[in-house]
């Protein structure tokens, strides 16, 4: 499955326009963002670690040589090959150390942690919070609105839904959408970061802890340069002062719901309502880049391994419609069936009927008839 990214499509469609006068890089490196902070974590750990940017891509390998034997995902037709070591005989940067730091401990107190803290209200601030934040935010602003551009609506609603979205702990929008967007432009291409090519554990999380590997495939800067283009985001044109605040400041937004919850609720609180809930969430995330890539049911032709998956869907308020979301990527519906349950088009159509959502993009029936695969495949 390893190919060119010729496939590439065009980063423009939804997503930014073409301005020399504003680069905006893929990860931030202000003081407040995760970027500073795993590099001031590992200097605090005395670790010397290598520059990813000093690396000449030789020293990479070639990206179409894994190391690994091709074997097949199981239950599935897509097969893989590990690309690359995960723990020795490879170089650690800042950023990996900085993920594993915060994912290992994470992990440790929610499942060490998460039994004895346990209460029925610290269990509905977590669900009521991925709702919010998971929902609300990475679904509907960062996925559907400011990825894609599927629908607009009142510049306060759009701060808050996206607000919503930065206290998911995924990256500020900025960052959010320019990895959104280039996994869609060069899905199951050598470009791909998260592919399911490398594996069920890279496509799920295993990719976060490789920034090497993920530099040799978006470039240096992470600047989106392909096709001599600096592709920046429609929503930072517009509201480049509220979008590069939340990026400068991101952390201490984090850290800031750590203290409300803990002086709400305390302990079970910051369990439940932060560790617990942003694991959840961020692993939910992570089944759209892996399983939905994976297992599942193809409706359209897209000429990539999307897929439809119910339970995803019904985990992730409605984005597990893959394969519906690859076909039509502008679209704000993505479960375009009667049947497939999509929370997240829901609201997006209540705010419509309200007048707080408007240019709400839906494809139309000659082109849902063009892309679907007759008969069904599976």
Not at 169 to 175: A, K, L, V
Not at 321 to 346: I, M, P, T, V
Request: proline share 4%; glycine share 8%; hydrophobic share 40%.
């Amino acid at each position: 499955m390893c190919r060119s990214g010729s496939k590439g499509k065009d980063l423009r469609d939804g997503f930014g326009e073409e301005d020399d006068s504003l680069e905006v890089g893929r990860v931030a490196t202000e003081k407040g963002s995760r970027k500073a902070w795993s590099e001031g974590v590992c200097r605090l750990m005395n670790l010397d670690l290598v520059d990813p940017t000093t690396i000449a891509p030789p020293q990479l390998g070639d990206k179409c040589a894994p190391v690994g034997a091709e074997y097949a995902l199981p239950l599935s037709d897509v097969t893989a090959r590990r690309r690359r070591p995960y723990l020795f005989g490879r170089d650690w940067t800042s950023t990996d150390i900085g993920y594993a730091v915060f994912f290992v401990p994470m992990h440790a107190i929610a499942f060490l942690a998460g039994p004895f803290t346990f209460t029925w209200d610290a269990l509905a601030v977590a669900a009521a919070l991925y709702v919010v934040t998971g929902g609300l935010g990475l679904s509907m602003s960062y996925h559907r609105q400011l990825s894609h551009k599927s629908f607009r609506c009142p510049k306060w609603l759009e701060f808050t839904l996206a607000y919503c979205g930065a206290l998911a702990f995924e990256g500020d929008p900025i960052e959010w959408s320019k990895n959104h967007n280039w996994h869609h432009r060069y899905t199951d291409t050598d470009l791909d970061r998260h592919t399911p090519a490398d594996g069920f554990w890279h496509s799920h999380m295993g990719w976060l802890f490789d920034e090497q590997l993920s530099l040799s495939r978006v470039g240096p800067k992470g600047n989106v340069k392909q096709d001599n283009a600096s592709v920046v985001p429609w929503f930072y044109k517009e509201s480049p002062g509220f979008y590069q605040w939340l990026r400068e400041t991101y952390m201490y937004h984090m850290l800031g719901q750590v203290v409300v919850l803990a002086l709400l609720g305390g302990l079970p609180y910051v369990v439940w309502g932060f560790v617990i809930r942003m694991l959840v969430t961020m692993h939910m995330t992570w089944f759209v880049n892996s399983a939905v890539h994976i297992w599942g049911r193809q409706t359209y032709d897209t000429n990539d391994s999307s897929r439809n998956n119910w339970w995803v869907a019904l985990l992730v308020f409605g984005d597990g419609w893959h394969n519906n979301h690859h076909a039509f990527e502008y679209s704000a519906r993505h479960g375009l069936e009667w049947w497939q349950l999509d929370f997240s088009w829901l609201v997006i159509r209540s705010l419509q009927a309200v007048g707080l959502a408007w240019d709400v993009k839906l494809p139309t029936a000659e082109a849902l008839a063009e892309k679907r695969l007759r008969p069904l495949s599976s």
